[in-house]
């Protein structure tokens, strides 16, 4: 099984900043086969990138994508209110599918 | 508009069965492969279990092996997660999810709202 774990778990900044996620696995996670998902309160998670790079239909290009192998980030520029959310990465290169832990991204 | 509208959840005790279900609208439901993911409170997503667009393969999570059955019905474009032999630890929010590739489950681009489990005496 392949684990992932996303830091920092949880990150707090204002709107209009810039963030940057983490998410490193033990071992490579070959094809780039990760994806990057947000949740709000109450909601089901939301796709946002998938092939570690490739932003989703309708997803604002302040979400970018970049890592192969072991490391991945997720980045997230000029923070909007409604960005401020869990996010959690996903690998899909084995068949036992497996997911970090999550970084919470607050308002500061 | 594709929807996924998971049911079947509820209060169980520690033993117990039930099966959960997921009906499906807006896209080829045999062209895709379908996944259960579910998330204890204030918890991270654990993919439990997920079968390929035929049906005829299926993957779990090592927690769950041996007392889930994932299976579809593509008469009624229904995906199911029967659960035996529950434990307090699979309390959680059980989402349904579609997967972009047919044959195993790639990234999710799809969710149902989820079903709350509570196993509980």
């Known amino acids: ?108 | 508009e594709v929807q996924l509208l998971e049911s079947g959840g509820g209060l169980v005790q520690p033993g117990g069965s039930l099966r959960l279900s997921c009906a499906t609208s807006g896209f080829t439901f045999s062209t895709y492969a379908m996944a259960w993911v579910r998330q204890a409170p204030g918890k991270g997503l654990e993919c439990v279990a997920w079968v390929s667009h035929t049906g005829s393969g299926t993957e779990y999570a090592d927690s769950v092996k041996g007392r889930f059955t994932v299976s579809r019905d593509k008469s009624k474009n229904t995906v199911y997660l029967q659960m035996n032999s529950l434990r307090v630890e699979d309390t959680a929010v059980y989402y349904c999810a579609k997967s972009v590739s047919p044959a195993w489950v790639t990234s999710l681009d799809h969710w149902g709202q989820g079903t709350l489990l509570t196993v509980s005496s």
């Open chain 1, 1 to 108: 099984e392949i684990v992932l774990t996303q830091s920092p778990d949880t990150l707090s900044l204002s709107p209009g900043e810039g963030a940057t996620l983490f998410c490193r696995a033990s071992q490579p996670v070959g094809r780039n086969y990760l994806a990057w998902y947000q949740q709000k309160p109450g909601q089901a998670p939301k796709l946002l990138i998938s092939g570690a790079s490739s932003r989703v239909t309708g997803i604002p290009d302040r979400f970018d994508g970049r890592g192969s192998g072991t490391d991945f980030t997720l980045t997230i520029s000029n923070l909007e209110p409604e960005d401020f959310a869990v996010y959690f990465c996903q690998q899909y290169d084995t068949s036992q599918v497996t997911f970090g832990q999550g970084t919470k991204l607050e308002i500061k």
